[in-house]
C-alpha cells in the first residue's frame, strides 16, 4: 500500500510499537532517498519506506539539479529545460563553446522531481513516504530500527533490513582541504530577448575574483527573456546574501548588460567541496547514502549524476541478494580532486585560468566524463598533462603529510 501520511500498518499501543517491518527504510526523501526509492521500486524490492520530515527547518529549500548525460534518463518529465551546447569564458572575455554530444546538460526542479518520484511511489504497492522526523537507528538482529515522530507528536518505530541514511550529518568528518561552493541565482526576465536557449553557461569568469578562492557567473536560459543566472564562489566563507545580490547585479547589469530585469524568484546554496572521507556503513545493516555519504564531487560540487549511479547500483546489489554501497567516487578521482582543492585553497593555481585552460585544452565531451568518473586512465593522464604540472605536482607530494582537520558546515540559507 502506498500513501503519504504519518499512518501506520501496525501502530503500536500509544503509537510508540513497531510500525511496520520493511525490506529497505530510506532516511530523507531529497535527491538521493527519492532517487534510491525510485530504483528500488524497478528491481523488485518487496516493501520500502522513505521517512521524509515534515514541513519545516529539516526540510531544504527548493533547488535546481543539474547534470549532463547522454540521453532521456529516468527522470525526463520532471526535466525543466536542457542544452546542447555549454561554454565557457575565460576573464579576458575568451570564449570555448561545444556540443558535447551525445551529452546534454540538464536541469530538474526539487519540487518537480519530487512530484513526480511521489507519484511513482504511490503506485507501487509496496512503497510509502511517510512524513516524520527520524531520530535514531539502532542495530538489531536482521536488521536496523528507526525511531521517528510524525508531525502530530506519535513516535513510530520501523523496522528494515536495510536502512540507508540521506539525513545531512551535523558535521563533516576532518579534511585536509574543505572549500565550500557558495551561491546564489536569480530567476530573471528581461525586457527583450536576451537568451540564447541552445547554450548553458557553466562558468563564466568576467566578475571580479575574490582575494581566495575564485568566482564565475552561471546562466542557464529557460527561454529568449528568462534564465537563471547565478554568481558562484570557491572559498572559505559563504558571503551575506546582500553581498550575493550586489555581486549578481554588477554581473547582469555590468557583464551582461541585460538591460532593466525583473527577479521571479532566487535560489541559495552551500556545497561542501572537502576531500574528507565519508563513512559509507555505519552499522551492519545501515548505509549513508547521498551528499551524507560523500556523493559531492568535490572538484565541482556535482551531486545528482553520481546519487543515480550509486542508487542504481545498490538496487542492483539488492536485487541480487547482496547489501553493497559502491563508492560514489573511485579512489582515482578522489585523489586528484585533493589535489586541486588543495592548489585552490593555497593559491598555488590560478582559478580562473586553471578552468578555462582544462576546457581549452581537453575536448568537452571527455572533460565531462572525467568529471563523472567514465574516463580511462590513460585519457586521465592526459588530462593532468594539461594542468599546470609544477604546482600540481609540489601539492601531490606534501599531501600526504598534512594533518586531517574538522570543518565546520556553514548554515545552508532557505531564501
Ligand atoms: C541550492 C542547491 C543547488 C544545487 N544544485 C546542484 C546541481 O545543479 N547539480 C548537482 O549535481 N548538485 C547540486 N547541488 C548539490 C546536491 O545535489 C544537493 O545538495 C542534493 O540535494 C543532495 O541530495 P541529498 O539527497 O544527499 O540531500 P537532500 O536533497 O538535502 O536530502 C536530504 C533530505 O533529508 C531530509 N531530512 C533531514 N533530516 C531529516 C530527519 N531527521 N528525518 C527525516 N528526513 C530528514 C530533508 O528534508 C531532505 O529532504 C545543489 C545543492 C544546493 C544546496
Do not use: K
Not at 226 to 238: D, G, H, M, N, Q
Not at 351 to 374: A, I, K, N, Q, S
Amino acid at each position: 500500500m502506498s500513501r503519504e501520511a504519518g499512518t501506520s500498518r501496525r501502530a503500536g499501543p500509544g503509537g510508540g510499537g513497531r510500525d511496520r517491518v520493511d525490506d529497505v527504510v530510506i532516511l530523507g526523501g531529497g535527491a538521493a532517498g527519492l532517487s534510491l526509492a525510485h530504483w528500488l521500486t524497478r528491481t523488485g524490492t518487496t516493501a520500502l519506506t522513505v521517512v521524509e520530515a515534515p514541513d519545516g527547518p529539516l526540510r531544504p529549500a527548493e533547488r535546481t539539479w543539474c547534470s549532463w548525460d547522454d540521453g532521456p534518463g529516468e527522470f525526463e518529465e520532471a526535466v525543466t529545460a536542457s542544452w546542447p551546447r555549454m561554454r565557457v569564458r575565460a576573464p579576458d572575455g575568451g570564449v570555448v563553446e561545444a556540443a558535447p554530444a551525445p551529452l546534454r546538460y540538464r536541469m530538474l526542479r526539487s519540487q518537480d522531481f519530487e512530484r513526480l518520484v511521489h507519484a511513482r511511489l504511490a503506485a507501487h504497492p509496496a512503497a510509502r513516504v511517510l512524513r516524520a522526523t527520524a531520530h535514531t537507528v539502532r542495530n538489531v538482529p536482521e536488521g536496523a530500527e528507526v525511531r521517528c515522530a510524525t508531525g502530530d507528536g506519535r513516535t513510530l518505530t520501523l523496522r528494515g533490513r536495510y536502512v540507508f541514511d540521506s539525513r545531512p550529518p551535523p558535521g563533516l568528518p576532518p579534511s585536509r582541504t574543505t572549500l565550500f561552493q557558495h551561491f546564489r541565482g536569480w530567476f530573471v526576465r528581461t525586457a527583450s530577448p536576451r537568451f540564447d536557449t541552445g547554450v548553458a553557461d557553466l562558468m563564466d569568469f568576467r566578475v571580479p575574483q575574490p582575494r581566495h578562492g575564485l568566482a564565475f557567473g552561471y546562466v542557464l536560459p529557460l527561454g529568449p527573456e528568462r534564465a537563471l543566472v547565478e554568481y558562484t564562489e570557491f572559498s572559505r566563507t559563504p558571503l551575506t546574501t546582500a553581498a550575493y545580490d550586489e555581486a549578481l547585479r554588477h554581473y547582469t547589469g555590468n557583464v551582461l548588460r541585460l538591460g532593466p530585469l525583473g527577479v521571479d524568484s532566487t535560489e541559495q546554496g552551500v556545497i561542501p567541496m572537502t576531500d574528507a572521507r565519508f563513512p559509507r556503513r555505519v552499522g551492519p545493516a545501515v548505509f549513508r547514502i547521498g551528499a551524507a555519504g560523500g556523493a559531492t564531487r568535490p572538484a565541482t560540487g556535482y551531486t545528482f549524476a553520481a546519487v543515480q549511479r550509486q542508487s542504481r547500483a545498490i538496487a542492483a546489489a539488492l536485487r541480487d541478494g547482496a547489501a553493497h554501497v559502491p563508492r560514489p567516487h573511485a579512489r582515482r578521482a578522489l585523489a586528484m580532486d585533493a589535489v586541486l582543492l588543495r592548489a585552490l585553497d593555497t593559491g598555488r593555481i590560478d582559478g580562473p585560468e586553471f578552468f578555462t585552460g582544462l576546457f581549452r585544452r581537453v575536448p568537452m565531451e571527455r572533460l565531462l566524463r572525467f568529471l563523472d568518473g567514465r574516463s580511462t586512465p590513460w585519457e586521465e593522464f592526459g588530462i593532468g598533462l594539461r594542468t599546470p604540472v609544477g604546482p600540481m605536482l609540489r601539492t601531490a607530494a606534501e599531501l600526504p603529510f598534512l594533518p586531517r582537520r574538522a570543518a565546520s558546515r556553514p548554515e545552508e540559507s532557505r531564501t
